[in-house]
């Protein structure tokens, strides 16, 4: 029992020693106010100033907002998880953290509980900008927000230790995804229509997105049909596969990294 609960302790300790490093490495940043806040509320703006100008009606509004609150916050916690790899390559002491012997999810988990706090702080803001400019409401019962925002969570996790494996096999060409991966997967999972209006084989390739579900499963509740019963449960079938792929992948990746001389490479 003691050594069961010493070893919990050290799983603790070490998730949130990353959870920690990216709070102290962003806080005075400014560049991270901007992901935050700045940019989230001019894309919400913009978007919604333009559904004003289209005359769409209220249920058109609250598509085109779940859509941008979703994308704005997915994009803040993916690129906290993208930093676990970014924050050291650029500081050239990548080196130092892939020789320690830490899994890889657990650098993981502990910038995704950061980037969740930011992407939380974010989220709060939009919906009360959404509500007081363009009149939508976030009237979901407790149980349905719950699901929709731990979707939303999780699927920015994915994104992020994507990214961190393409930096990991291709180095610092694969810097950019940190910034565009979101903006690609949001062009098919539908952020401002349907995924059903999309030619094949794009439509499939949105229905294998868990975000594609978790959209249309908060859109239900404002009478939008969704493609499949029950999206929620895809949506969190696909990304419980997918999560348990890529950090497998990771760690390969990470030994690959070690092998090939890459972490050196990514620390000079």
């Given at each position: 029992?003691?050594?069961?609960?010493?070893?919990?302790?050290?799983?603790?300790?070490?998730?949130?020693?990353?959870?920690?490093?990216?709070?102290?490495?962003?806080?005075?940043?400014?560049?991270?106010?901007?992901?935050?806040?700045?940019?989230?509320?001019?894309?919400?703006?913009?978007?919604?100033?333009?559904?004003?100008?289209?005359?769409l009606s209220k249920n058109e509004i609250a598509f085109i907002m779940i859509g941008v609150i979703a994308l704005s916050v997915i994009q803040i916690i993916q690129i906290d998880?993208?930093?676990?790899?970014?924050?050291?390559?650029?500081?050239?002491?990548?080196?130092?953290?892939?020789?320690?012997?830490?899994?890889?999810?657990?650098?993981?988990?502990?910038?995704?509980?950061?980037?969740?706090?930011?992407?939380?702080?974010?989220?709060?803001?939009?919906?009360?900008?959404?509500?007081?400019?363009?009149?939508?409401?976030?009237?979901?019962?407790?149980l349905p927000a719950i699901l929709f925002i731990a979707g939303m969570l999780l699927s920015a996790m994915l994104i992020g230790i994507f990214n961190c494996v393409l930096i990991?096999?291709?180095?610092?060409?694969?810097?950019?995804?940190?910034?565009?991966?979101?903006?690609?997967?949001?062009?098919?999972?539908?952020?401002?229509?349907?995924?059903?209006?999309?030619?094949?084989?794009?439509?499939?390739?949105?229905?294998?997105?868990?975000?594609?579900?978790?959209?249309?499963?908060?859109?239900?509740?404002?009478?939008?049909?969704?493609?499949?019963?029950?999206?929620?449960?895809?949506?969190?079938?696909?990304?419980?596969?997918?999560?348990?792929?890529?950090?497998?992948?990771?760690?390969?990746?990470?030994?690959?990294?070690?092998?090939?001389?890459?972490?050196?490479?990514?620390?000079?």
């Amino acid at each position: 029992m003691k050594t069961y609960s010493s070893s919990l302790l050290k799983v603790l300790s070490e998730t949130i020693a990353f959870a920690y490093r990216n709070y102290a490495v962003t806080k005075n940043e400014f560049y991270a106010i901007f992901e935050m806040l700045f940019w989230p509320v001019v894309s919400l703006i913009s978007v919604g100033l333009l559904g004003e100008f289209l005359y769409l009606s209220k249920n058109e509004i609250a598509f085109i907002m779940i859509g941008v609150i979703a994308l704005s916050v997915i994009q803040i916690i993916q690129i906290d998880v993208t930093y676990v790899m970014l924050l050291d390559m650029w500081s050239m002491s990548l080196k130092y953290i892939i020789v320690t012997p830490m899994p890889f999810y657990r650098m993981v988990i502990g910038a995704w509980l950061f980037g969740s706090m930011r992407g939380l702080v974010s989220l709060v803001l939009l919906v009360i900008l959404s509500a007081r400019l363009f009149g939508f409401t976030f009237s979901l019962p407790l149980l349905p927000a719950i699901l929709f925002i731990a979707g939303m969570l999780l699927s920015a996790m994915l994104i992020g230790i994507f990214n961190c494996v393409l930096i990991l096999v291709f180095g610092r060409r694969a810097e950019i995804f940190a910034w565009t991966l979101t903006a690609i997967v949001m062009l098919f999972c539908g952020i401002y229509y349907p995924v059903s209006i999309l030619p094949e084989p794009f439509k499939t390739a949105g229905l294998l997105i868990p975000i594609t579900h978790y959209l249309e499963y908060f859109r239900t509740f404002y009478g939008f049909p969704s493609t499949f019963p029950n999206p929620f449960l895809i949506g969190i079938a696909e990304t419980v596969v997918y999560l348990a792929v890529l950090l497998i992948v990771a760690e390969l990746s990470m030994k690959r990294a070690r092998k090939t001389g890459l972490v050196l490479k990514l620390s000079e």
